[in-house]
């Protein structure tokens, strides 16, 4: 399959003006014959919301924005960040991934972790989801996290032992520390866990960052994508905007998976119960 | 850590924060106090790498004909990188001020001047239709080394997480000719004042001291167990504490709820 890194710089707080960047990006991604486009974290809003955060929300099954963009997924998919306000939970937002294929949407990940310390303050205006689930897409099972979900050790789990031949993350994460590295520190944090969990999971991970500044703050990029087994297939530049198309072959999770074990000999069921004695009883 | 930096990623990272923040603010051109000394040279060039020379506009503010040579080093700088520059003596409005108000201390003129300079340009950001881009580097702004609403006032500023030893570095990178590199630096307040002599401190151990205290987030005690010299320590700690207000907007008495300053939260770039 071809996929599509959309490494953009979204205009904050402008659904509109983002909607217009979805549309044109989606159709060069068609263009360079791509069957998924994956957009950063918050996507069609920008990140540092703040009080913005109830004028942008919207509901993806009636927002005739989300609808416009969704349908223009025919022949392909995409994944693509918002501000979620369903009818049926009105006051209550979330920041959200959509995975929509042939304008349906097929999958929602709500944010689970949220930064809440130094320069982030997400727990102060949006709600945190509670799961994590691996879905089917035209290409195989796959799963969505949101940026800093990536960072903990159980989602990527989670998506793992639920299947997942592929574990996209969508990202809006800022470069932060200098030294003489020619990116910022931070990038390697993010390259180390695709790595890691590329390896250990025997899945694809695809990450899209993404780039411009917003108060100051400048968007690291460097989207990447590492192949079953800890291989980095493509990698986009740090800082600038790119649409990154690369092939991508999914009978390489196969291949992993014979060589590597760590799927077939996987025991969900022991860290389950181990997970359950440590939660109900914390003190043991 | 060690001050470090990689001079080209940083200067990328600082020509995309000029020329975006420009756009998002709907503005072309940006416009600098010239000082001749390091900062300003330094955040010129990052100007007109960013948006073009021509879009650059340096104000050389002197007073009188005191600091001379650093009026002249502005102007020849702002001839090298090809950026447009202006001089406009500040001596008449802070004499007719001083005339009628007289102070024996240093440090009042040393302020008014820098409050004028800041008021000069904001007028010619008006005139001009241009950003006014800051220069206090990140050892300034901790320690409390400048102005309030002097040469702390700006729109946006591109050297607040530089310190002094960092821009120095990225000033050699950018090739700022050796006539600004080798001075010792100044604020201006007076002739012959250099910031080493009156802070009592040297740069490069303030840098060292600021980066351990506030990057790697260690304590007092530890700065001392790890060989900083314990006044040293102590009098930057003191400088840090004293001067939180310059780097806030004022305090607001809060009343309804919903206030600015405490809970009216939006962004800079809102809409942009």
């Given at each position: 399959?071809?996929?599509?890194?959309?490494?953009?710089?979204?205009?904050?707080?402008?659904?509109?003006?983002?909607?217009?960047?979805?549309?044109?990006?989606?159709?060069?991604?068609?263009?360079?014959?791509?069957?998924?486009?994956?957009?950063?974290?918050?996507?069609?809003?920008?990140?540092?919301?703040?009080?913005?955060?109830?004028?942008?929300?919207?509901?993806?099954?009636?927002?005739?924005?989300?609808?416009?963009?969704?349908?223009?997924?025919?022949?392909?998919?995409?994944?693509?960040?918002?501000?979620?306000?369903?009818?049926?939970?009105?006051?209550?937002?979330?920041?959200?991934?959509?995975?929509?294929?042939?304008?349906?949407?097929?999958?929602?990940?709500?944010?689970?972790?949220?930064?809440?310390?130094?320069?982030?303050?997400?727990?102060?205006?949006?709600?945190?989801?509670?799961?994590?689930?691996?879905?089917?897409?035209?290409?195989?099972?796959?799963?969505?996290?949101?940026?800093?979900?990536?960072?903990?050790?159980?989602?990527?789990?989670?998506?793992?032992?639920?299947?997942?031949?592929?574990?996209?993350?969508?990202?809006?994460?800022?470069?932060?520390?200098?030294?003489?590295?020619?990116?910022?520190?931070?990038?390697?944090?993010?390259?180390?866990?695709?790595?890691?969990?590329?390896?250990?999971?025997?899945?694809?991970?695809?990450?899209?960052?993404?780039?411009?500044?917003?108060?100051?703050?400048?968007?690291?990029?460097?989207?990447?994508?590492?192949?079953?087994?800890?291989?980095?297939?493509?990698?986009?530049?740090?800082?600038?905007?790119?649409?990154?198309?690369?092939?991508?072959?999914?009978?390489?999770?196969?291949?992993?998976?014979?060589?590597?074990?760590?799927?077939?000999?996987?025991?969900?069921?022991?860290?389950?119960?181990?997970?359950?004695?440590?939660?109900?009883?914390?003190?043991? | 850590?060690?001050?470090?930096?990689?001079?080209?990623?940083?200067?990328?990272?600082?020509?995309?924060?000029?020329?975006?923040?420009?756009?998002?603010?709907?503005?072309?051109?940006?416009?600098?106090?010239?000082?001749?000394?390091?900062?300003?040279?330094?955040?010129?060039?990052?100007?007109?790498?960013?948006?073009?020379?021509?879009?650059?506009?340096?104000?050389?503010?002197?007073?009188?004909?005191?600091?001379?040579?650093?009026?002249?080093?502005a102007g020849r700088l702002a001839r090298e990188l090809g950026i447009r520059s202006r001089v406009i003596d500040i001596a008449p409005q802070v004499d007719a001020y001083f005339s009628a108000h007289p102070t024996?201390?240093?440090?009042?003129?040393?302020?008014?001047?820098?409050?004028?300079?800041?008021?000069?340009?904001?007028?010619?950001?008006?005139?001009?239709?241009?950003?006014?881009?800051?220069?206090?580097?990140?050892?300034?702004?901790?320690?409390?080394?400048?102005?309030?609403?002097?040469?702390?006032?700006?729109?946006?500023?591109?050297?607040?997480?530089?310190?002094?030893?960092?821009?120095?570095?990225?000033?050699?990178?950018?090739?700022?000719?050796?006539?600004?590199?080798?001075?010792?630096?100044?604020?201006?307040?007076?002739?012959?004042?250099?910031?080493?002599?009156?802070?009592?401190?040297?740069?490069?151990?303030?840098?060292?001291?600021?980066?351990?205290?506030?990057?790697?987030?260690?304590?007092?005690?530890?700065?001392?167990?790890?060989?900083?010299?314990?006044?040293?320590?102590?009098?930057?700690?003191?400088?840090?504490?004293?001067?939180?207000?310059?780097?806030k907007l004022p305090v607001i008495a809060k009343l309804s709820h919903r206030s600015v300053g405490h809970d009216f939260l939006y962004p800079f770039d809102w809409g942009r």
């Open positions: 399959m071809n996929l599509a890194l959309a490494q953009i710089a979204p205009r904050l707080g402008d659904v509109r003006q983002n909607v217009e960047t979805h549309l044109e990006t989606i159709d060069r991604a068609r263009r360079a014959k791509a069957d998924l486009v994956v957009f950063p974290e918050l996507s069609l809003t920008g990140y540092t919301l703040k009080d913005l955060v109830p004028e942008v929300a919207l509901d993806p099954l009636s927002d005739p924005q989300f609808r416009k963009v969704a349908a223009r997924t025919r022949g392909l998919s995409a994944v693509l960040g918002f501000i979620e306000e369903r009818a049926s939970e009105p006051g209550i937002f979330y920041n959200s991934a959509a995975f929509v294929s042939g304008g349906e949407i097929r999958h929602v990940h709500r944010k689970v972790y949220l930064p809440t310390n130094g320069m982030f303050e997400e727990a102060k205006f949006w709600a945190a989801g509670r799961r994590f689930a691996a879905f089917e897409t035209p290409f195989g099972r796959a799963g969505l996290l949101i940026c800093r979900d990536f960072l903990h050790l159980g989602a990527g789990y989670v998506l793992f032992a639920g299947g997942a031949d592929m574990i996209i993350v969508v990202s809006a994460a800022p470069g932060r520390g200098v030294s003489e590295g020619e990116a910022f520190e931070t990038s390697r944090m993010w390259e180390l866990m695709g790595e890691a969990l590329s390896y250990f999971s025997t899945t694809c991970v695809v990450y899209t960052n993404r780039v411009g500044v917003e108060d100051g703050v400048s968007f690291a990029g460097g989207s990447f994508i590492y192949g079953p087994g800890g291989r980095l297939l493509a990698r986009a530049a740090y800082l600038e905007p790119e649409l990154l198309v690369h092939r991508v072959d999914l009978s390489a999770v196969r291949r992993a998976r014979m060589q590597w074990l760590f799927k077939r000999d996987e025991r969900p069921e022991v860290i389950l119960r181990s997970l359950e004695r440590m939660v109900r009883d914390p003190e043991d | 850590m060690t001050l470090k930096i990689n001079p080209p990623f940083v200067e990328k990272v600082l020509i995309g924060f000029i020329r975006e923040e420009l756009r998002k603010f709907g503005f072309r051109k940006g416009i600098l106090g010239l000082s001749g000394g390091l900062d300003s040279s330094v955040c010129a060039a990052l100007a007109a790498r960013a948006v073009g020379a021509q879009n650059v506009l340096g104000l050389v503010m002197p007073y009188g004909a005191s600091f001379d040579a650093d009026a002249k080093h024996r201390t240093r440090v009042l003129p040393g302020n008014k001047m820098a409050r004028e300079r800041m008021a000069v340009l904001y007028d010619f950001s008006a005139r001009e239709k241009a950003l006014i881009l800051g220069t206090s580097n990140k050892t300034e702004l901790l320690i409390g080394y400048g102005t309030v609403h002097g040469d702390m006032a700006s729109a946006i500023n591109p050297l607040g997480d530089l310190y002094k030893t960092q821009v120095r570095r990225l000033a050699d990178h950018l090739g700022i000719p050796a006539f600004i590199r080798r001075k010792a630096p100044s604020a201006g307040l007076w002739a012959g004042q250099t910031d080493e002599g009156e802070i009592g401190l040297t740069y490069a151990e303030i840098d060292r001291i600021l980066e351990f205290l506030v990057d790697e987030k260690r304590t007092v005690r530890e700065a001392i167990a790890a060989g900083f010299r314990p006044s040293a320590v102590k009098k930057i700690t003191l400088m840090i504490r004293n001067s939180e207000f310059k780097r």
